[in-house]
């Protein structure tokens, strides 16, 4: 027996009686939770994770980062687009209050050119 207490030795040139300090090279299968199918040698200890699986989930991060960042940079530029938009608004609010002002004005002085007319 090998060291892995399972397996004999597949090698029957030598006349090693004690083989337990030999590594087991028996290919062993193994399927993922997702039944993808993976092979490892006895003495390495069994997989944890799928490269198939690991595969796929760094492409799944990478494409949700890609989403994140563009949402972010979305967001920034809807904050911009805001900002301007507020900037707009309140130059407009001056604008008029500049037109209203000088209407009234106008209305004052021509109120006033027409009284002093009138009293002439």
Known sequence: ?????????????????????????????????KAHKATY???EKQPGSCKICAKEQAKKDARLKLEL?????????????DSEIAELNEAIKREQAIVVD???????????SARRRSSR
């Open 69 to 81: 960042e563009f949402q972010e940079k979305r967001a920034v530029d809807q904050a911009r687009h």
């Open 102 to 112: 000088k209407q009234a004005s106008d209305d004052v002085a021509s109120g006033w």
């Open 41 to 43: 040698k006895c003495f």
């Open 1 to 33: 027996m090998l060291n892995c207490n399972i397996h004999e030795c597949p090698s029957k040139c030598h006349q090693l009686h004690d083989h337990s300090k030999m590594k087991c090279e028996k290919l062993l299968d193994w399927k993922c939770l």
